[in-house]
C-alpha cells in the first residue's frame, strides 16, 4: 500500500480542521491580503499574489463534528467581523443571567455571587456546528476552498520543514486490503500548513513530537459529556447560563457543569471529568448520569426528552501546556495549541483570535515569501501580545493548583489567584499528563478497586450503548480499525491485573469491550466497537499505558453534531 501512486496538489495555505479557528483564520486571511493590497500603492508595499487557500476537514460536512451549542465571549468575533450580528451570525440568546451554584445530592446553593470566570453575561449562545457552518459560508465568500470528507493523516516533511498533508486512504477494508472503491489519499502540498484539529489532534501530536515542540508543563485534559434536552416551557429560562461542581466530591476531583438555554425550549446541560485521576473506573459518561439524579436536575428535566448526545476532550493546562506555535511551514492554533481558557472554560474565543494571530502572520511571510520560522516565529510575538496571552496570565496555574489537589485550589489558592492576577502562592506549578494519574488497584483502598454499581432507568438516566445513538455517529465497520492499538496483550494481561481496563469506563461511547477470548478459557482479550467512536480523543489520553492511538477514520465518517 505505500508504494501507490498518489494524486499531488498545490496550494499556497492549507487549513487542517474546519473549527473555528481555522475558518476564522482563512477568512482573516483573505480579507488581511484585500486589506493589504488596497493599501500597498499608497503605502508603497509590494502587493500579494491572492493565495490559494485550503481547508480540509474530517466531518462529512463542516460543523458536524463540531459539538453543539456553545456560550461565546464575542470579544473575537467582534475584532473578526465587527458587524457579525448583521452578517447573520446565529446567535441563539445573548446570556444575562450568569450563575455559579454548589451542588449536593440533596439540597443546590446557588452562590450569591457569581465568580469572575463564570460571569458570561453579554455571551452569545450559539450552536457551535451553525457557527462553523456560517464561518465556512464567510470563507466560500472569500474565495477560500472547503474539502470536507477529507481527513488529513500524514504530516509531510522535508527536511525540518513541514511541507503539507497525506490525506488518508479511502475503501480499505478491515486487513487493509483495497476495495473496489479504494481511492488513495492525496499529497496537499503548501506553503503554510495551519493545524487547527482541535484538541490531541493526531497530526499536531506528530509535529510536536518530531520538532519537539513541547510545553513547559504536559497537557492535561478533562471529557465533556454534552446532552441536549427538550424541557417542558416552564423550566425554560433563555438567557441563564449556570456553571456549578457537586460537593463534597469536588474537593477530590475536580469536576464540574455547565447549563444554558437554546431555542425551542432545548437546554445543553454539559458536565466535565477530570481524565488526571486515580482512579481507574473513571468514567465520564457515568459521572454525567449520576449528576442528573440530583434533585436540582431531576426536577429541570422531568417530563423533557433527550435530543441529542455527544462527548468531547478539552485541553486543560493552559498556559505552561501550550506548545510552542511555529515550525518551519506550520502553525498551531486553537485547541490544537491547548488554547482553551481552563478556569473559564471557553476555548471559541482562544481558537478565533489565535487563528487571526496566525493569519496575520501569514499575511507577512506571503509578502516576503518566507515561510520559515524566521517570519512564522512572529506568531508567538503577536500571541504574547494579545488579549489572548493576558487571559491566559491569569489563569496560568489553575490547573496547577488543581493538580496539586482540589482541596488546595478551593481552600488556599484561589483568593492568592485572584489578587495576583493568576501567579497565586507560587508560580509555574506543575501540570502532570493526566494518563500518569492512574493509580493500580492494589493501591487503592478496598472499597475503591470495584467497578461501582449504577442501575440507568431509561428516563433520565441511561447506558453508553443507548446514547451513542444519539450522537448519530456511523463508520464503515469493513475498513482498518482506525484506534491502533499498539499491543493487545497488555490488554489481556497487566493492564486486567494492575488497572481492570479502564479503557470500558473511561471511553464514553461503548468503543472498548473485555470479552471472552475463546481461544483461552479464563482470558479476555479487547473488543473494538469502533463503529461506535464519537471522535472524543479520551482514549488516546487516558490509557495509562499509552497504547492506544486515535487515527482519523476515513473521511466523512464520526458523529453527526448537526441536529442538536
Ligand atoms: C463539551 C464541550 C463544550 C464546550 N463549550 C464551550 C463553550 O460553551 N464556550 C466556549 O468558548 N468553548 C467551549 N468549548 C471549547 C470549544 O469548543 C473549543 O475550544 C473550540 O471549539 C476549539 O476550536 P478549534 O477550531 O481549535 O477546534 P475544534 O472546534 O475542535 O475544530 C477542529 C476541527 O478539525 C477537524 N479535524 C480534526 N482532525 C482532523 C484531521 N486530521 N483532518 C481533518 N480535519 C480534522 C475536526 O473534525 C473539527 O471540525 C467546549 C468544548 C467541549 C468539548
Not at 493526531?202 to 515542540?213: E, N, P, V, W
Not at 446541560?269 to 473513571?282: K, R
Not at 493569519?359 to 504574547?384: C, H, M, N, P, W
Not at 470495584?450 to 443507548?466: I, Q, Y
Request: proline share 7%.
Amino acid at each position: 500500500m505505500s508504494e501507490i501512486e498518489r494524486e499531488s496538489m498545490e496550494v499556497d495555505v492549507l487549513f487542517v480542521g474546519a473549527g473555528p479557528a481555522n475558518l476564522a483564520a482563512a477568512y482573516h486571511l483573505m480579507k488581511s491580503v484585500e486589506t493589504h493590497n488596497g493599501n500597498a500603492e499608497a503605502e508603497g508595499k509590494e502587493p500579494i499574489e491572492p493565495p490559494v487557500v485550503l481547508v480540509i476537514e474530517k466531518a462529512a460536512g463542516v460543523g458536524d463534528h463540531q459539538l453543539s451549542g456553545a456560550v461565546i465571549n464575542p470579544i473575537a468575533l467582534r475584532e473578526l467581523m465587527p458587524d457579525f450580528v448583521e452578517q447573520g451570525f446565529p446567535t441563539e440568546y445573548v446570556t444575562n443571567d450568569s450563575q455559579f451554584m454548589f451542588f449536593t445530592r440533596g439540597p443546590s446553593i446557588k452562590s450569591p455571587v457569581c465568580p469572575p470566570m463564570f460571569q458570561k453575561n453579554g455571551y452569545h449562545v450559539a450552536s457551535l456546528s451553525n457557527v462553523a457552518k456560517w464561518l465556512g459560508e464567510k470563507c466560500e465568500e472569500m474565495g477560500v476552498e472547503i474539502y470536507p470528507g477529507f481527513a488529513a493523516a500524514q504530516i509531510l516533511t522535508e527536511g525540518d520543514r513541514v511541507i503539507g498533508v497525506r490525506t488518508g486512504d479511502m475503501g480499505v477494508d478491515r486487513d487493509g486490503n483495497p476495495k473496489p472503491t479504494f481511492q488513495p489519499g492525496m499529497d496537499i502540498v503548501a506553503n503554510v500548513t495551519v493545524l487547527g484539529e482541535g484538541v490531541r489532534g493526531t497530526l499536531s501530536k506528530q509535529l510536536i513530537d518530531l520538532f519537539d515542540m513541547h510545553g513547559l508543563n504536559e497537557q492535561s485534559y478533562k471529557t465533556g459529556i454534552k446532552e441536549i434536552w427538550r424541557v417542558k416551557p416552564e423550566n425554560h429560562q433563555p438567557g441563564r447560563v449556570i456553571h456549578g461542581s457537586l460537593f463534597p466530591d469536588a474537593l477530590h476531583q475536580m469536576d464540574g457543569m455547565w447549563l444554558y438555554d437554546m431555542k425551542d425550549n432545548l437546554v445543553s446541560f454539559g458536565y466535565v471529568t477530570s481524565l488526571t485521576t486515580e482512579d481507574p473506573h473513571n468514567d465520564p459518561h457515568l459521572n454525567a448520569q449520576r449528576f442528573k439524579t440530583i434533585p436540582f436536575m431531576r426536577k429541570l428535566l422531568e417530563g423533557g426528552e433527550l435530543v441529542r448526545y455527544g462527548a468531547k476532550c478539552v485541553p486543560m493546562g493552559g498556559l505552561y501546556s501550550q506548545p510552542k506555535l511555529y515550525c518551519n511551514g506550520a502553525l498551531l492554533v486553537g485547541d490544537a495549541a491547548g488554547m482553551l481558557n481552563p478556569m473559564k472554560l471557553a476555548g471559541v474565543h482562544m481558537a478565533i483570535k489565535t487563528g487571526m494571530l496566525a493569519a496575520e502572520t501569514i499575511v507577512d511571510a506571503l509578502a516576503k515569501q518566507d515561510f520559515s520560522t524566521k517570519t512564522l516565529g512572529d506568531y508567538t510575538e503577536r500571541y504574547k501580545n494579545s488579549w489572548a496571552y493576558a487571559e491566559h496570565m491569569e489563569s496560568r496555574n489553575w490547573e496547577g493548583s488543581i493538580d496539586v489537589s482540589p482541596l488546595f485550589l478551593i481552600g488556599l489558592n484561589m483568593p492568592f489567584l485572584m489578587a495576583t492576577k493568576g501567579r497565586g502562592l507560587v508560580d509555574k506549578l506543575k501540570v502532570h499528563a493526566s494518563h500518569t494519574a492512574m493509580k493500580k488497584l492494589w493501591e487503592l483502598p478496598p472499597s475503591k478497586r470495584e467497578k461501582a454499581e449504577f442501575e440507568f432507568d431509561g428516563k433520565l438516566t441511561f447506558s453508553k450503548e443507548h446514547l451513542v445513538g444519539f450522537s448519530g455517529t456511523a463508520h464503515e465497520s469493513d475498513q482498518p480499525h482506525h484506534l491502533k492499538v499498539a499491543d493487545p496483550d497488555v490488554c489481556s494481561t497487566i493492564c486486567t491485573r494492575d488497572y481492570g481496563n479502564p479503557c470500558e469506563s473511561f471511553c464514553p461511547a461503548a468503543v472498548y469491550e473485555m470479552v471472552e477470548d475463546p481461544e483461552q478459557p479464563g482470558i479476555k482479550k479487547l473488543f473494538i466497537h469502533h463503529e461506535n467512536c464519537v471522535h472524543c480523543k479520551t482514549c488516546d489520553i487516558a490509557d495509562p499505558y499509552q497504547i492506544i492511538t486515535w487515527t482519523p477514520p476515513e473521511g466523512g465518517e464520526g458523529p453527526d453534531y448537526t441536529q442538536m
